[in-house]
C-alpha cells in the first residue's frame, strides 16, 4: 500500500520561500507520477504540480515560474521549492499519487503572513 509523509511546512513571510518533502512508500517515485495539492480554507483542494514518471513537470497557472516540483529516487521523495510565496498560497498541502488515490495524508500547513 501507498503511504506519504508530508513534511516542511510553517510560517513565512510574503516573499519568502519554503521547501516542501513528501516521503513516500510503498512505490517508487521513480516509476509514478507524483503530485503536490493544496486546500486553503473554504476552497477545494487544488492540483499545484505535478511530476511524471518520465520526469515530466507541469504546474498551475498561479504557481508557474514560482514553484518546482523535483524527485530524489535514492530518497524516494517528491519536493515542492517554494519561492515568492504570497499569502494566496496559504493551505494545507498534501501529495499523492496521479491521479490520486482515495486516500489522503494530514499534509502540512503553510501560512504565508506579516
Known amino acids: 500500500q501507498v503511504h506519504v509523509v508530508e513534511s516542511g511546512g510553517g510560517l513565512v513571510q510574503p516573499g519568502g520561500s519554503l521547501r516542501l518533502s513528501c516521503a513516500v512508500s510503498?512505490?517508487?517515485?521513480?516509476?509514478?507520477?507524483v503530485a503536490w495539492h493544496r486546500q486553503a480554507l473554504g476552497k477545494t483542494r487544488e492540483l499545484v504540480a505535478r511530476i511524471n514518471s518520465g520526469g515530466w513537470t507541469t504546474y498551475a497557472d498561479s504557481v508557474k515560474d514560482r514553484f518546482t516540483i523535483s524527485r530524489d529516487n535514492a530518497k524516494n521523495t517528491v519536493s515542492l521549492q517554494m519561492n515568492s510565496l504570497k499569502p494566496e498560497d496559504t493551505a494545507v498541502y498534501f501529495c499523492?499519487?496521479?491521479?490520486?488515490?482515495?486516500?489522503w495524508g494530514q499534509g502540512t500547513q503553510v501560512t504565508v503572513s506579516s
Open positions: 499523492n499519487l496521479d491521479p490520486a488515490t482515495p486516500s
Open positions: 510503498g512505490i517508487r517515485v521513480a516509476f509514478n507520477a
